[in-house]
């Protein structure tokens, strides 16, 4: 969904599903998002200090990595802060914000221990595979990419994805394949169609994977009331023996 929304439901399907706390959904939510953030701009970094900036385009490129540092790192320190003890001090004066505040400051805290290196090391292993599938994608289309510019795409498409769009963040997506192509000195159609590939043989099969799946399990969860009285019904009624058919 535009502007990664979708979180929201992310939280609610927590809550409905598997009796989660909205606060704890939505905390993790924003751990794993802080993280994705922060790899990919150091994605990008890397593939910008390991290439020349007199490229085509390399200002722009420039401007999205530190738009992203200080994006990311703003929410870093807001994070931290949250973790600490300060915040709830400030707030003990009202009981029921002070033990909502508790909350994200226990899933906050994990921060302050050195499991934070363990989920940055599980976040890079999980960015492997993207970046190769990127990798693929632009090679199908006639382009061979690489170390730098793959970094550097990877943290611009992710990056993109931010940015209000439409469905399968069209244009945006676009915007961030053509940059990267014509930073390495390809054409920009050629950034558009690999950016289309993505969204044809990544997103959209995941789509209606999960919505397949989504309106599976909605249909069960909406049936099995009505089952269930029909039941009851008949095991009640009169004429239980004569409905109880296969």
Known sequence: ????????FRAEFFKTSFGLSRIWGLT?????RLFDGLTVVA??????????????????????????SVLFGTILLAVLSL??????????????LSARMGMVQSGFGIL???RTLEIAILTMIIYLPDALSLWFLVKAVGRTLGLADLLILVGLASLSTLVPS??????????????EIQFADGPRAMGIAAAT????????????????????????????PLKGRGLDAQATGPQAGETARP
């Not at 469905?167 to 915007?175: E, M, S, V, Y």
């Open 112 to 114: 302050r221990t050195w």
């Open 28 to 32: 993790s939510i924003i751990i794993e």
């Open 197 to 224: 590939l993505a969204q044809l043989c990544l997103l959209l099969p995941v789509a209606l994977i999960a919505t397949g799946l989504l309106t599976h399990g909605s249909g069960k969860l909406f049936l099995a």
């Open 1 to 8: 969904m535009p502007a990664r929304l979708g979180e929201l």
């Open 83 to 96: 973790s600490g003890s300060l915040m709830s001090r400030m707030l003990s004066r009202f009981p029921r």
């Open 43 to 68: 994605c990008l970094g890397i593939g910008l200090f390991l290439t020349t900036t007199t490229r085509q385009g390399a200002d722009i490129v420039i401007d999205v990595l530190v738009t992203g």
């Open 166 to 179: 439409g469905p399968a963040f069209l244009g945006t997506l676009q915007f961030a394949y053509a940059l």
